[in-house]
């Protein structure tokens, strides 16, 4: 869903462990941009294993539009409410952005054009 606002302030927390399933996609696309459905649907799981320190490997397996399940697996490293997320093989570039963990783990990336991409896991 696209949401025709600036994107909330994240504010970091104790990362959950074990799997957790996308609840939701939100493209922050700032005062004046464009709002409703994308048309794109996404199921997605996500696995978090802590490390020790400030590092956890986020295992993720998605689905777009009913296409193959792609799965992709990254070292992340958290500092404060940011992360950097280095793949631990070939394929996907890295990813940063920032999080909150309550009930559900958020995680905000950039997007394309100055908009925020937000992803909400839950149990």
């Given amino acids: ?53 400030n590092d956890a490997l986020f295992e993720f397996a998605g689905q777009l539009n009913g296409g193959p399940v792609v799965r992709a697996n990254f070292r992340a490293t958290l500092n404060g409410s940011s992360f950097i997320m280095t793949p631990t093989c070939e394929g996907p570039p890295p990813r940063m952005g920032t999080f909150t963990a309550t009930s559900v783990l958020t995680i905000q990336e950039p997007g394309p054009a100055g908009m925020a991409i937000q992803y909400t896991y839950g149990p």
């Fill in 1 to 53: 869903t696209q949401v025709a606002m600036a994107p909330p302030m994240e504010t970091g927390g104790p990362l959950p462990t074990g799997h957790l399933e996308l609840l939701q996609v939100q493209i922050f696309t700032g005062p004046s941009g464009p709002s409703g459905p994308t048309g794109n649907t996404l199921l997605e799981g996500l696995n978090i294993t802590l490390l020790g320190g």
